[in-house]
């Protein structure tokens, strides 16, 4: 039951036909883990926590620096220094005290990723590198957990939903990360945002529709943007959409697929 508090705090949410009771009480019972509380994460658990998600787990190994705030709204010049899961989850308990925040003040790797997903209801990729990509899409195949990614770049971002342990409608299974980008670029041929810059609000945008899909993933509202692509030209203010399938070369969920667990990710 929700408190009297609780009705008028997400009152909003309990008009909507498409949400109402049963919707916000999926979202208190809901288990959500970021991987990432920087330019992504931070607008992205703005949202969870208002919408009154019960629990959301943060993954970083990092701390506040005074260049993050051009873009990290989730933390302010005071935190500068500290762990950024410790700064994010202050913010949370300040917004909506019914929400629990777990923190995991560490990196993601391939010895831990499966025990940090176990437990969660979904996973939302707000990390900013390519090795943390492919381990998460791997790790929540495995565990049968659904993956929304979102990603960033100087004025443009990318955003998209992987059920890739599920079919599609045409009884071949769902597409995966893999399925857009089979492997990762060369080492230095991407350059890090601290060498490119990034528009800060284009981070508020992408983490904020990031928010939107795992809400609606969560509630069963709307059109999932599994085998959708959505890409995010700022310069332009223009959105359009891609579709994309399953690969059957890939070697995740492919027919001669080579993956069974995550070793291949092990240096």
Not at 16 to 30: N, S, T
Not at 50 to 71: E, K, M, P, Y
Not at 219 to 230: A, D, H, I
Request: hydrophobic share 40%.
């Amino acid at each position: 039951m929700f408190s009297d508090e609780e009705i008028e705090r997400y009152k909003r949410h309990l008009v909507l036909k498409e949400i109402g009771g049963d919707g916000q009480q999926r979202l208190k019972r809901a288990r959500v883990l970021i991987v990432g509380a920087g330019g992504l994460g931070s607008p992205l658990l703005i949202y969870l926590a208002a919408a009154g998600v019960g629990t959301i787990g943060l993954v970083d190994d990092d701390t506040v620096s005074l260049d993050n705030l051009q873009r990290q709204i989730a933390h302010e010049t005071g935190a500068v220094g500290e762990p950024k899961t410790e700064s994010a989850a202050r913010l949370v308990h300040r917004l909506n005290p019914h929400v629990e925040v777990k923190t995991h003040q560490t990196r993601l790797d391939v010895d831990n990723a499966l025990s940090l997903i176990e437990g969660y209801d979904i996973v939302a990729d707000a990390s900013d590198n390519f090795t943390t990509r492919y381990l998460l899409n791997d790790a929540c195949y495995f565990a049968k957990v659904p993956l929304v990614f979102a990603a960033l770049g100087p004025f443009d971002g990318q955003l998209t939903t992987f059920r890739a342990f599920e079919e599609s409608a045409d009884g071949n299974p769902n597409p995966n990360y893999r399925c857009l980008f089979p492997e990762p670029p060369p080492p230095g041929t991407v350059a890090p945002c601290a060498e490119t810059g990034i528009l800060g609000a284009v981070a508020g945008v992408m983490g904020t529709l990031q928010a939107v899909e795992v809400l609606k993933e969560l509630t069963g509202t709307g059109e999932s943007l599994v085998g959708r692509l959505v890409l995010y030209d700022a310069l332009a203010t223009r959105f359009s959409t891609m579709h994309y399938a399953w690969d059957p070369e890939n070697p995740l969920s492919g027919r001669n697929a080579k993956f069974t667990d995550l070793s291949h990710l092990k240096a």
